[in-house]
């Protein structure tokens, strides 16, 4: 059933009380909402919500095994749905929190066991967007933090296209503009002793390194066309045949 889906402007830096609180109401009553972040624009709802939380996976197409990341206010949050946090991510978090950062954890609450997929472990974004503070504020939950797209569909940087995919089927669109940084968030796993490059993104792998010099780096932790496949030749071996799909760039997470 398709419902009629609402488009606000928006300034993610000085958000509007209005924009905010109609945000904020569809939130609260399980609805979904896209909105831009630091990096591309985003699909939330309330990460508590079984039922919401199923309609994102079902208007993206995506595989329920897999999880969705989402965001939460600071690292005090944080630490209250993980079961430990190692120095190395506490270095990573005082570094780059708030910021284009995603990190792994084991995740102790069920609340969020909607979000996890087959697995125990869950992506945390806090971000530094007036928009999405103001947003967990209001709502006083996690929101999911997963790219506004159709799973192996580019992630979208302007809400006509979040438009184009999801007319019909998400409640309001925040149109805060065109994106600036066309990088989605840098992936780490900081669930085990050691920190595994998950997605290169918006913070270099060089500049991470200057904070946490080992991290492990897989074959597949590069999204197609991201510059750090040319700075890393010596670090790791990239696949032989490109890749060409969200999907298989986000074989382990879908995040922004």
Request: some cysteine; charged content about 25%.
């Given at each position: 059933?398709?419902?009629?889906?609402?488009?606000?402007?928006?300034?993610?830096?000085?958000?509007?009380?209005?924009?905010?609180?109609?945000?904020?109401?569809?939130?609260?009553?399980?609805?979904?909402?896209?909105?831009?972040?630091?990096?591309?624009?985003?699909?939330?709802?309330?990460?508590?919500?079984?039922?919401?939380?199923?309609?994102?996976?079902?208007?993206?197409?995506?595989?329920?095994?897999?999880?969705?990341?989402?965001?939460?206010?600071?690292?005090?949050?944080?630490?209250?749905?993980?079961?430990?946090?190692?120095?190395?991510?506490?270095?990573?978090?005082?570094?780059?929190?708030?910021?284009?950062?995603?990190?792994v954890f084991k995740c102790t609450t069920s609340k969020?066991?909607?979000?996890?997929?087959?697995?125990?472990?869950?992506?945390?974004?806090?971000?530094?967007?007036?928009?999405i503070d103001r947003l967990l504020d209001i709502c006083?939950?996690?929101?999911?933090?997963?790219?506004?797209?159709?799973?192996?569909?580019?992630?979208?940087?302007?809400?006509?296209?979040?438009?184009?995919?999801?007319?019909?089927?998400?409640?309001?669109?925040?149109?805060?503009?065109?994106?600036?940084?066309?990088?989605?968030?840098?992936?780490?796993?900081?669930?085990?002793?050691?920190?595994?490059?998950?997605?290169?993104?918006?913070?270099?792998?060089?500049?991470?390194?200057?904070?946490?010099?080992?991290?492990?780096?897989?074959?597949?932790?590069?999204?197609?066309?991201?510059?750090?496949?040319?700075?890393?030749?010596?670090?790791?071996?990239?696949?032989?045949?490109?890749?060409?799909?969200?999907?298989?760039?986000?074989?382990?997470?879908?995040?922004?």
């Amino acid at each position: 059933m398709l419902i009629s889906t609402k488009i606000l402007p928006v300034n993610p830096e000085n958000p509007e009380r209005n924009a905010v609180y109609e945000a904020g109401r569809i939130l609260k009553g399980k609805g979904i909402v896209s909105f831009p972040t630091e990096t591309v624009y985003a699909l939330g709802a309330d990460a508590y919500n079984q039922e919401t939380v199923a309609k994102i996976y079902r208007i993206k197409r995506r595989d329920r095994s897999k999880p969705l990341s989402v965001f939460l206010r600071d690292a005090g949050e944080a630490r209250k749905v993980v079961d430990h946090v190692s120095r190395d991510a506490q270095k990573l978090m005082d570094k780059y929190w708030p910021g284009p950062l995603t990190l792994v954890f084991k995740c102790t609450t069920s609340k969020l066991c909607v979000v996890l997929g087959k697995g125990n472990k869950l992506g945390i974004r806090v971000s530094p967007s007036k928009l999405i503070d103001r947003l967990l504020d209001i709502c006083n939950v996690p929101l999911t933090a997963t790219s506004a797209n159709i799973s192996g569909k580019k992630s979208c940087v302007a809400a006509n296209r979040v438009h184009y995919f999801f007319n019909g089927r998400i409640d309001l669109i925040l149109d805060g503009g065109r994106s600036t940084v066309f990088l989605p968030s840098t992936v780490l796993d900081v669930s085990g002793e050691q920190v595994i490059l998950l997605r290169a993104g918006h913070i270099p792998i060089e500049e991470i390194k200057k904070i946490v010099p080992r991290i492990v780096i897989p074959q597949d932790a590069y999204p197609v066309d991201c510059p750090e496949k040319e700075k890393v030749g010596s670090l790791t071996e990239l696949p032989s045949s490109p890749i060409t799909t969200e999907e298989e760039n986000d074989a382990r997470f879908n995040r922004i």
